[in-house]
């Protein structure tokens, strides 16, 4: 009867011993599936967004993004490089409230999974930095500002993390000021200004803020290759004949390379000009036989448009 008590007791241990096992297993379990991870966490754990986790450190947005219900779109490091910051120094160069401002610009203030979309071009989507962007959902995907989504549906638990192959700025400018704004632009401008004094109607579009228009801009070498060498020669022509030009570069509305489709498009000017998106996007004017524009920068954005940069002047 004694062994008997001792197997017993010993079989008991042994149970016991199980029983606490499994409770301190279960309770790593636990633990494990209760961890956070965050948007924060995922962009500090996930090495493609190197850049991103410095520019997030950077502008002091850690827990920020940790908290509430948000969507954002999230360059990769890819998406840094093709946007001009070689790494994450180049992005910390800026300015804290700087950084601060364009990563706002990539946050929505709810949960918005791929799913929830609506097929439609340029739906206006207000931001953390106020500024909207503009989503469009069709056959070829989800885009932000022509910035393609490359992987959707990125769960975190306080929000999703939608992948984008481009940095999204926020516009300060409208598209006059932009195109004052860049040096490879001085023969367009020259041209936009002499163009305003045959029809008022080209200064209107590219400052006003009732109506989104998007610009077909050519290159200082585009003008010169036209023949238009300088601003004397434009200058030459005369002010209605060069308005209908300009006007032929400018088409209604907010369109981002995400939004062309092959086939025609009609211009400011009521004429239209070819779209080709077979090998880029490349726009051809009546004018211009089948040597196309091929643009060269996409999605410039303004507050009243955008600006594809082209290298030949559209002929009508």
Known sequence: MKKVSVFSRYIGKLALMGLLVGMVSACKDDEEEVAPMTITDVVLTNNDFTILRAAVQHAGLADALRTGTLTVFAPNDAAFNASGFADAAAITALPAATVRGILEYHVLGSTVRSADIQTADNQSVPTLATTPVYVTKNAAGVSVNGATVTAADISADNGVIHVINRVLLPPSQNLLEVVQGNSNFTLLLAAATRAAQGNPVVLQAL??????????????????????????ALNAVPAETLANIILYHVVPGRVFSTNLAAGNVTTAATLPVAINVSNGVTVTGTGNGTQGATVTTANVLASNGVVHIIDRVLLP
């Open 207 to 232: 400052t006003s803020d009732a109506s989104a228009f998007t610009v077909f801009a050519p290159t200082n070498q585009a003008f010169i290759a036209a023949g238009f060498p300088d601003e004397a």
